[in-house]
């Protein structure tokens, strides 16, 4: 099956952090209806590989800024759109 290579952008908290290695296995959420004060985690990505952690580290406390995962191209919209909004 096709993989592509997509990059998403995440903090201390969504990060793990620090607690993520290259080849975990991950599941990606959005937190949804926050701004409406009725919040729930919506699964975007299941069972989704980490290639890669970026190599610049936030602060002391070991966190990442991006996480680049592998997932099918049907996985990859759903992530990519969901970069850089609430996780």
Do not use: H, K, W
Request: glycine share 10%.
């Amino acid at each position: 099956a096709d993989r592509q290579a997509v990059t998403v952008a995440v903090d201390a908290e969504s990060g793990l952090a620090g607690q993520l290695r290259p080849s975990d296995r991950v599941r990606v959420v959005a937190l949804e209806g926050a701004a409406s004060g009725e919040a729930f985690l919506s699964t975007i990505c299941d069972d989704v590989r980490i290639v890669s952690l970026d190599g610049d580290r936030v602060g002391g406390d070991g966190a990442y800024a991006s996480v680049t995962l592998e997932v099918t191209p049907e996985q990859a919209m759903p992530c990519a759109l969901r970069n850089g909004r609430e996780r």
